[in-house]
């Protein structure tokens, strides 16, 4: 009975073991999977890439800042072993998107998995918004996750597999004070994804889109710093009085947004297309 009992607690301490060392793996069948993540440096985007390669897939990751982008690969590889691939991109600038995708192909094989993910636009209102900061943030929120769909949905639907999500905002949804140019160019995602999303489902290229709300990022904060200065008022007021709105009472971990979406890239998530999936603790307040 003792030597049962030993063996019994053995396994339960290994079991217990394997779990904290892998505190996120859901063992969501995306081993052997490439996916493509944009805005993948730091903030939401690398968390993301982090969650995907620690479910075995191997990452292409893309931003702006090349040495940035270098050490969140050296770290994601050295955390979960998976093969990272770093590509410098902006998105924003004309065949970016084109040259960003063919390099991945021919480094990593076949795109199955896309995140559209970019940094969001400064933060004014409308007496204080351009026509040039109008266009900028809409070639950046809007007409780069349009052109990375067009280059890699075709192939995901002639191999009749794929998985693209976009991340937006829960502004999308509800329009936020003083973000009126991310307010206006992710509501545009929100009809080029659910069109996409009806369009190719029956090729099981499933198409979603992710609206975080507040999350503790550097963007999150670089944005409050901003509304703080137009108002007035401490950053940290503006951060209190914005934690107070949601109803779970704090910001979001990055890790919560990354383990939603590793989950609607998976096979876990056949069923599940043409979603606006709001990611923000219960703080939209629509039914829909």
């Known amino acids: 009975m003792r030597r049962t009992h030993r063996i019994v607690m053995h396994h339960v301490a290994h079991v217990i073991a394997r779990t904290n060392s892998e505190p996120h793996r859901m063992d969501l069948g995306l081993a052997g999977r490439v996916a493509l993540v944009t805005g993948a440096s730091k903030g939401l985007g690398r968390a993301i890439a982090h969650a995907l390669a620690r479910e075995g897939a191997t990452v292409v990751i893309a931003a702006r ?12 590889a050295a955390d979960t072993r998976a093969r990272v691939i770093a590509i410098p991109t902006d998105v924003g600038k004309d065949g970016a998107v084109e040259q960003l995708v063919s390099a991945a192909r021919a480094q990593a094989g076949a795109i199955d998995i896309v995140v559209a993910n970019a940094g969001g636009p400064p933060s004014t209102t409308f007496a204080t918004s351009t026509e040039a900061q109008y266009r900028a943030a809409i070639e950046q929120n809007l007409l780069a996750s349009i052109r990375l769909a067009h280059a890699t949905v075709p192939a995901m639907q ?7 999500i976009f991340l937006t905002s829960m502004a999308a949804k509800m ?15 929100l009809g080029f994804a659910k069109t996409l999303a009806n369009e190719v489902a029956k090729d099981n290229v499933l198409v979603n889109t992710v609206l975080p709300g507040h999350f503790d990022t550097d963007r999150a904060r670089e944005l409050a710093t901003m509304r703080a200065e137009r108002l007035g008022v401490p950053v940290e007021t503006l951060l209190a009085e914005r934690q107070a709105t949601i109803p779970v009472g704090r910001s979001g971990r990055a890790e919560e947004m990354a383990d939603v979406v590793a989950f609607l890239a998976s096979e876990r998530a056949s069923f599940v297309t043409g979603v606006a999936l709001q990611v923000d603790g219960g703080q939209v307040s629509s039914l829909l």
């Open 65 to 76: 800042t090349a040495a940035t982008l270098a050490a969140t690969r050296d770290a994601i």
């Open 158 to 164: 002639a191999r009749k597999w794929g998985r693209v």
């Open 175 to 189: 329009p936020l004070p003083g973000l009126m140019l991310s307010n206006t160019a992710r509501a545009g995602l």
